[in-house]
């Protein structure tokens, strides 16, 4: 559990932040006196000297940068942080974060200058995603990663969240596996270009309507047991800065539901789930529809085979895959479904 003190993330993640002589400098050292055991002696001088220096860099590094709880003022440097990434979050979705988890969202600064993000969201004590997990290019690999998941965690844990997940990038999985996270599952981003076609397959658009205040409790029931736990604040927040909401069927009880929203780079196709494949991909085709902009991008669960499929069809392509982890016990597991799509990595 997160909330023991002696939780192995806990320890692993102090071992880490200490240890500083795992450089690849040093590895080539260590490779070159196996194979020359005449220089052995001297090049055993030169691996310590460079362990010395590692060291002594990282613990530079350590005093140099602080972090501190995000705040509104943080908010542009932390979103040209964002840009500078070509991640596609907008200003406002960083704010969302904010505003959902005041106190739970943190920024590492050297000189003054946002150098790191991170940010939490809880869903009750069961469950906590992070997210906006980065680093400036120009500062990585000097344990300012690892020290704002340290900040984020210990948030986590004294709050009493027990399940800690995330949605890796390739880049964030080693740092998530050293701290003890493991994978869940797998999910890919899709992306249809900006050249793509904006003529969705004719594929049943009829039988989706836009959300009206009536189909909240619907919607909150079936994104309760598609993502296992209840966010009704971020689902409405969410809602309001989107292009189209839709539900299906039009008429009936609500058994699906889906949104295409605004982003930096293109716009984004989720989250939408529908117990129904027929609905699915009629929500599918009149959102995007709906979006006016030909490049979207789409994360899909790898698990939900017909929604990859649905994502080929309608002109998408993969651009990266992405490993949903997890700390601690797995609290939300239930009677769920794959998603089409997910709302954001950052939340799950
Ligand atoms: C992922 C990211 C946040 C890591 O930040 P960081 O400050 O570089 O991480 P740290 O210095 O704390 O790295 C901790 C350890 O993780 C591992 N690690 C970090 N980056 C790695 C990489 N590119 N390849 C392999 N291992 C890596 C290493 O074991 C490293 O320890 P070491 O440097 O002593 O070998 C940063 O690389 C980043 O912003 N990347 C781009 C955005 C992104 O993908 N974010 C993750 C979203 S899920």
Redesign the pocket.
Known sequence: MLSGKDDSGESRMRE?CM??S??EGEAAVIGLRASHPVLSPLLYRVERLSGRIAESF?KATMERVSLRRMTEADLLASDELRRL?G?NQTLGDLRRLLWLEPRGCFVAVENSEVV?TVTTTTYGQALAW????????A???????????GQALEYLRDRGVACVK?????????????LGFVPESTLTRWQRPSSGKTQTPDAAAAGARELTDADWEAVDAIDHAAFGASRACLLRSLAHDSRAVLVWPAQGRVVGWGMVRPGANADYLGPLVCSSEEGSLSLVTALLDRTGNPSVIWDVPDKNESAKAAAQRFGFAPVRP?TRMRLGPEMVAGDRQNPFAIAD?AVG
């Open positions: 880490i240890s500083g795992t450089r990282r990434a991640w790191g992070i997210g906006m997990m980065l680093v400036h290019a500062h990585q690999r000097r344990g300012i990663g690892t020290r704002l998941m995330l949605d890796a990038t390739p880049a964030g999985r080693p740092v998530y596996e050293k992405l990595p």
